[in-house]
């Protein structure tokens, strides 16, 4: 099997599964053309395909892929959807200008970027693992090729943010200067602490008992409530906002810490533990709060919809063994 079905299928699932369970967007709107294409392609398809490359041909282990999609979340929020900089919009109430430094909103990007790691790279990835095992943990293009898709890629986000975006209209020159500055000293830093970090745990094949696989469902749907959720209750608190950064960092850093002290983990498993942050997701986000508080049908329905689904890859999951023989990511 060539690589175009892998691809092809990074390239929306990504998208799909960062702003449909988030309740970003509706899927009405995600499939209007004017938005499925520039999603599939440049806003998430380039980016994740690059990363995606970029830590197969290093080897990087599942926490290295994580801290590495990162990089993406500088590259969404920071150059295309400019969330990062006050007083352009929020897409939560509860970050919009909170913690403000140097018009750059802290609170939000030490939430946003490990929730783009998680979501936007390391869930889709483990998907399109699992659809196709043979490509999984492969190069699918030649060196030539990643570096110029990476260049490309790059290319693409600053000129975005330079020649056409928000923030440089809206701050003085040197504000703005100031905030290019932040964004690669943002990019170069997790790229380098990606690459630093122990290859491990290593992604295996084959498949763990299902007691094991709804544990580790059990613990993302734990790591969702306890760190991303538990950030948003303090920021809507309104405590002093060095508090919810600190909560953050401690987060992040401690989910490195445990995950690393692992040797290996089976790809089911890793599979498994993204599932339960994205159903936990979906059940607060579009199910509950747009849907049944809000009484918004749409996105009642998607959320109601993603959540089957990851129960039904879990059952899945238990019932079938890896028929990969390579190692993953």
């Not at 926490?63 to 920071?78: A, I, K, Q, R, S």
């Not at 030649?142 to 330079?162: E, P």
């Not at 993204?274 to 709060?289: M, N, Q, R, Y």
Request: net charge positive; hydrophobic share 55%; charged share 10%.
């Amino acid at each position: 099997m060539g690589v175009a079905a892998p691809v092809v299928a990074l390239m929306v699932l990504s998208p799909m599964l960062a702003e449909l369970p988030s309740g970003a967007m509706r899927p009405t709107d995600f499939l209007s053309p004017m938005i499925f294409f520039p999603f599939t392609i440049a806003v998430y398809g380039l980016p994740v395909l690059a990363l995606r490359e970029i830590a197969a041909r290093l080897g990087l282990g599942a926490t290295g892929l994580w801290v590495l999609g990162m990089v993406y979340g500088v590259f969404n929020e920071g150059l295309f959807s400019e969330t990062f900089y006050y007083p352009l919009e929020s897409p939560l109430p509860e970050f919009a200008g909170y913690g403000s430094v140097g018009d750059l909103q802290v609170p939000w990007m030490v939430y946003i970027l490990p929730w783009h790691g998680l979501f936007s790279v390391l869930l889709p990835v483990m998907v399109v693992d699992r659809l196709f095992p043979r490509r999984s943990g492969r190069p699918w293009f030649s060196a030539k090729t990643a570096v110029v898709l990476a260049a490309v890629t790059a290319a693409l986000g600053l000129a975005r943010f330079i020649l056409n975006g928000e923030d440089v209209a809206v701050h003085s020159g040197s504000v703005f200067v100031f905030h290019l500055a932040v964004l690669c000293l943002l990019a170069v830093g997790l790229s380098v602490a990606a690459v630093r970090l122990p290859r491990t745990p290593r992604l295996t094949p084959g498949r763990d008992g299902r007691a094991r696989l709804w544990r580790s469902f059990t613990v993302g749907a734990g790591l969702y409530l306890v760190g991303f959720l538990g950030m948003v209750l303090l920021a809507a608190a309104g405590v002093p906002w060095f508090l919810p950064v600190g909560y953050g960092i401690a987060a992040v850093l401690a989910v490195v810490w445990a995950s690393t002290r692992m040797r290996e983990v089976k790809r089911a498993t890793v599979l498994a533990f993204t599932l339960g942050c994205v159903a936990l997701e979906a059940a607060v986000i579009p199910l509950f709060v747009q849907g049944l508080l809000g009484g918004d049908p749409e996105p009642l329905v998607t959320g109601a919809v993603v959540v089957a689904a990851a129960i039904f890859a879990m059952l899945r999951l238990g019932s079938r063994s890896d028929p990969s023989a390579r190692t993953a990511l």
